[in-house]
């Protein structure tokens, strides 16, 4: 044993909250001027959006689900209240950012020269938990 | 020679822990680094293998000091 980190991983590359989108089962828009969401009445809102996962993948009264890039290039989700009622809530994003920082993690490694060795995904009370292992050269 | 592993746990939020073995010195802080990304940083801490090269180097000197 010699070392120990923990990270809280912050949504800041737009290609593996993609992939991450993607691997939950998502058809994902990028829109890099940003673009409306759309209410479930098809209706034009006024907040706009960079990633897009459009309402026709959710449910019938669904609004769009977006992620904005902010002033400090983090990506932040914009949830209707109705979405985040139906399951599209706080714990739905720890997923999001799980798929993320797996997608991050295994193009960081691959891009370092460390070697996939497995992955596994363990259930524990509070949800699945990704384990990732990899050596050095 | 004890083989480098790394093993990254992602947690149900996203959040990640990074367990080195097989690592001794600075080279842990560039490994965590490297799987760090853009996170920010939470706990931190070396372990027991951490120290065995300036235990090696100190041990090494004692001698060569005999």
Known sequence: MSAYGEFE??????????????????????QAAGA????????????TAH???????????SNDIGFVRGADGHFRAILSEYDRSIGY???????????????????????????F???????TSNGPQIQLQFVAR | M?????????????????????????????????????DRAGVQRKKAAFYSKTGDSRDQYLKSGQ
């Open chain 1, 89 to 115: 809530n706080e714990q739905w994003l720890g997923k999001v950012h799980q798929h993320y920082k797996e997608s991050q993690t295994m193009a960081a490694a691959k891009s370092k020269g460390y070697i």
């Open chain 2, 2 to 38: 004890l083989q480098k592993t790394i093993t990254v746990v992602i947690d149900q939020n996203g959040n990640s822990s990074v367990d080195l073995e097989g690592f001794a010195g600075q080279g842990c802080d560039k490994v965590l680094k490297d799987f760090q990304g853009d």
């Open chain 1, 36 to 47: 409306a969401l759309v209410g479930y009445h098809g209706d034009e809102r006024t907040e």
């Open chain 1, 9 to 30: 991983t912050i949504m800041q590359e737009e290609r593996f909250l993609v992939e991450g989108l993607t691997a939950m089962g998502y058809k994902v828009e990028v």
């Open chain 1, 117 to 123: 060795r497995r992955k596994e995904v363990i259930q």
């Open chain 1, 51 to 61: 990633v897009i996962i459009r309402r026709a993948q959710l449910d019938s009264a």
